[in-house]
Nanobody
Framework: EVQLVESGGGLVQAGGSLRLSCEAS????????IAWFRQAPGKEREGVSC???????????HSVNGRFTISTISSDNTKNTVFLQMNSVRPEDTAVYYC???????????????????????WGKGTLVTVSS
């Protein structure tokens, strides 16, 4: 079974940088979407960024586009690590960040349309990011 473990959260000052990691195991991840979502206090969970493992296409939400970068490496046949490099962070980036994943099953539509909560099958437990002003 697919397991996702996030790390890298913490306290950072506004304008600073932080890198989150998601270690994914339990599948070959040949054609998965692996995503970062976040949930701020009192708000609904929202999609931040996604990467499709088969072609490395990416999607960013409007709120993080140009500041965050998603990337992925495969360490062996059944492990994949996805990073979220967060630059120029803002207090409104404060949230619990979750890693999520789903086999695309040959999804042919826009990645943006797949990078939504109800498409995701597997979830990590989250890592807290706090941005101080």
């Amino acid at each position: 079974e697919v397991q996702l473990v996030e790390s890298g959260g913490g306290l950072v000052q506004a304008g600073g940088s932080l890198r989150l990691s998601c270690e994914a195991s339990g599948s070959t991840f040949d054609d998965y979407v692996i995503a970062w979502f976040r949930q701020a206090p009192g708000k609904e969970r929202e999609g931040v960024s996604c990467v499709r493992t088969s072609d490395l296409s990416t999607y960013y939400s409007h709120s993080v586009n140009g500041r965050f970068t998603i990337s992925t490496i495969s360490s062996d046949n059944t492990k994949n690590t996805v990073f979220l490099q967060m630059n120029s962070v803002r207090p409104e980036d404060t949230a619990v960040y979750y890693c999520a994943a789903k086999d695309t099953l040959d999804w042919s539509g826009p990645l943006e349309n797949f990078c939504v909560e109800y498409h995701m099958e597997y979830w990590g437990k989250g890592t807290l990011v706090t941005v101080s002003s």
